[in-house]
């Protein structure tokens, strides 16, 4: 089976962030399919090209036994909202452009994979020509989720925005959507057909943990950081706008009379006025890390007391799942979960963590004072994460079944 896969933000091997197709591939690979990606060149919180790809708009490589073309990314995508966009359309110019003339061969299908929205784009004119079938998943409501934090305000934007969406909707063989409120709002208000909506949502990546969790000293690793008396809560994922870090700071001012270390891992476009704002405000209990290669991420989650999910206070959230939970899940640590709608009911369903108001720091303050005087509880809802986990959300079985849809397609598709 040849799938064409399109995804803006698929990873480099060495590169840090979300990396749920990059583990899907590869297990697809593994069972004998032929994967080509069309990935981008400018990693999702990056400001510049690789040296490998400065000056060049495709570039063809292998990653694995994975046949990966990256594609132009303008460097003005993590600038401001009007840089983002013209990323977005550059991406999906170069994707097209790869599509059509560079790619050999004869596909099965198309996987394309959003945010953001127009790799569908791309995705629609190589099915046309192609005459193959394309499958669009949802990651992400987006322009909703851009409303709701205020990054996208205008009319002209949105319209389009939605007009796109619908048109890629209606053309789409299957639409696969990472959570069950995903399906709801696109059967009850983009009126889209239930049979044409797949379910494969994010996934823990047992792989790599289980083998930490079985040879990783932590304790080493938290003495040599000087962290051995240390409550450690760690955040790991972008520093944007939806993210809503500020809320970390006011929660650590008022836990400064506690033993606590907030730990954020990662990147974006906020994340230099976070260290400013908390430098000013003489908050010492906030330690900014730059991102890491995934098995060192684990290493810093397996080294903690709590991982945490956190989102803007804002409707659109109310529907995601946050990948990073399957990521404590995975290495066994409870989860303070600051997204309210669906990620809640997952940790409290699963008994694996917390909820805290999100962008309320008393409920921090309150929920972890709780949670540093029960050290039996932090490890109960942390193997009840881990079990909840590999009985739902593990990523090799859901990328077993997404395959097992794709063939399905094809099947149907070959006899219509």
């Given at each position: 089976?040849?799938?064409l896969l399109i995804h803006q933000m698929f990873l480099e091997e060495d590169d840090p962030g979300g990396s749920r197709f990059n583990e899907m591939a590869k297990v697809w690979a593994n069972e004998g399919n032929d994967i080509t990606v069309l990935g981008g060149m400018l990693h999702y919180n990056g400001h510049e090209k690789r040296d490998e790809y400065k000056g060049k708009y495709f570039v063809n490589k292998k990653q694995g036994q994975l046949d990966v073309w990256r594609c132009h990314v303008s460097e003005s995508y993590n600038a401001n909202f009007l840089g983002r966009l013209w990323g977005y359309f550059s991406f999906m110019f170069a994707a097209t452009w790869v599509g059509l003339f560079k790619t050999k061969g004869k596909y099965d299908v198309i996987l394309a994979t959003s945010p953001?929205?127009?790799v569908g784009v791309t995705a629609f004119?190589?099915?046309f020509f192609k005459k193959i079938p394309y499958v669009f998943e949802v990651r992400d409501l987006w322009p909703e989720s851009a409303m709701d934090t205020g990054v996208l305000n205008n009319k002209l934007i949105i319209k389009l925005a939605y007009w796109v969406e619908g048109f890629l909707y209606k053309n789409a063989s299957l639409i696969n959507v990472l959570t069950p409120a995903f399906k709801t709002h696109l059967i009850n208000i983009k009126k889209v057909k239930e049979d044409k909506i797949l379910f494969i949502p994010n996934a823990a990546d047992f792989s790599?943990?289980?083998?930490?969790l079985e040879n990783f000293d932590a304790s080493q690793m938290r003495n040599e950081m000087g962290w051995q008396d240390k409550f450690i809560v760690t955040y790991v994922g972008a520093h944007g706008v939806a993210n809503g870090l500020h809320q970390v700071l006011d929660a650590a001012e008022l836990l400064?009379?506690?033993n606590i270390l907030f730990l954020l891992i990662g990147n974006g476009m906020t994340k230099e006025s976070l260290i400013i704002n908390a430098k000013n405000r003489g908050i010492e209990n906030v330690v900014f890390l730059n991102s890491v290669p995934k098995v060192d991420v684990f290493k810093y989650i397996l080294i903690s007391d709590m991982g945490a999910s956190i989102l803007k206070n804002v409707p659109a959230f109310k529907t995601v799942y946050s990948n990073k939970t399957f990521d404590y899940m995975a290495c066994k640590?409870?989860?303070l979960?600051?997204?309210d709608g669906i990620s809640r009911v997952l940790v409290e369903e699963a008994d694996a963590g917390s909820f805290v108001i999100p962008e309320d720091p008393?409920?921090?303050?309150?929920?972890l004072r709780k949670y540093m005087e029960l050290p039996q509880l932090l490890k109960l809802q942390g193997e009840n994460g881990y079990n909840y986990a590999k009985k739902h959300f593990d990523r090799k079985h859901l990328a077993q079944n997404y395959l097992s849809e794709l063939k399905s397609l094809i099947s149907v598709s070959t006899d219509l």
């Open positions: 089976m040849r799938i953001p929205l127009f004119i190589l099915s790599l943990s289980d083998t930490l400064k009379d506690t640590k409870p989860i979960m600051a997204i008393q409920s921090y303050n309150i929920v």
